[in-house]
Structure formats: structure tokens, C-alpha cells
């Protein structure tokens, strides 16, 4: 796989790992995404970037939600694309319970896994949080970071 992974590719990956999900609960409330019922996520589509309108975040930075909810299958699944200020962080390091992946698509970052350890991560990277894992984030670079996040749990599952 390529480094430079674009948004239609991002998309397609998305799509495919959706399709795939079976473990690891929300990172964003349900409703608050373009796609967040059942019945939206139970049909295929093409979401076009410009129609995901950006949200402004405390920190200074930018969150696009691109969706949230219920697959057919049961599985809760979240879907967005932040954009992190240099030197900023999207939140304190923390847990919860669902399984989630970063795709890293610019920007210089820095992710702190359960240990307290720390591992760069830039343009390409997919970084992995598993389900009750402490972990952060923080740009570390000069330039805002943009990375996709995509999360996915069962409903019946307890932090």
C-alpha cells in the first residue's frame, strides 16, 4: 500500500473493514453524523467530501463526522476526519470501549500507547487502539495534522 493514501482511498478502506467489524462504543454520539441510523447504513453509497461540512473543535482544530451508528450487523460503528493544530492534542490520553484506527493523511504526531510510551506517527501510518487501552495523541509538529478515525464496537459492551 501506498504512503499517500487519498480520501477515496480512505473511503474504500473504511468500507471494507465496516464490512469486516465484528469486536471492540462510540467516540461521537449517534445522530450527530450525516449517516448515523440502521437504515442509512444499510445502503451503499458514495459520500462526497465537500458535503461533510466541517465542525470546529475547543482545541482550535477542525472534526468532519462522517458517520455513526448501528450496522445491520449489530456492530456501532464512527467514522470521521480531524484536522489537529501543531502542538495541540484532541484530548487527554484515555480508554474506552471500542477498537479504533487512525489514518494518518499529513502532519507530524506522536501516540502514546498503554505503557506510556511514546511512537512518531506521519503521512501513512495507521495507528491501532485497542479496547481498553489507555492511549493519546499529539501533534508534535509545525503544521496542522489531518488523519481519518474509525471506530467500531458492540452495543453490550462495558468500559
Sequence with gaps: MEADLGRR???ALFSGMAALAAAGTPAVAQGTAPINTTEELSRSRVIKYSSVKPISLPNGGTQRR???????TGEFIEMHETMLP???????PHKHNNSEWLFIQTGSLEYSD???ATVPAGPGDIVF?????????????????????????????PL
Design 9 to 11: 482511498d480512505m473511503l
Design 66 to 72: 462522517i458517520m455513526s451508528g448501528t450496522l445491520p
Design 86 to 92: 501543531a502542538g495541540k492534542m484532541p484530548h487527554p
Design 114 to 116: 498503554n505503557s506510556g
Design 129 to 157: 487502539s485497542a479496547t481498553y487501552q489507555t492511549h493519546g495523541l499529539r501533534n508534535v509538529g509545525t503544521t496542522p495534522a489531518t488523519y481519518m478515525v474509525f471506530s467500531v464496537s458492540k452495543q453490550d459492551v
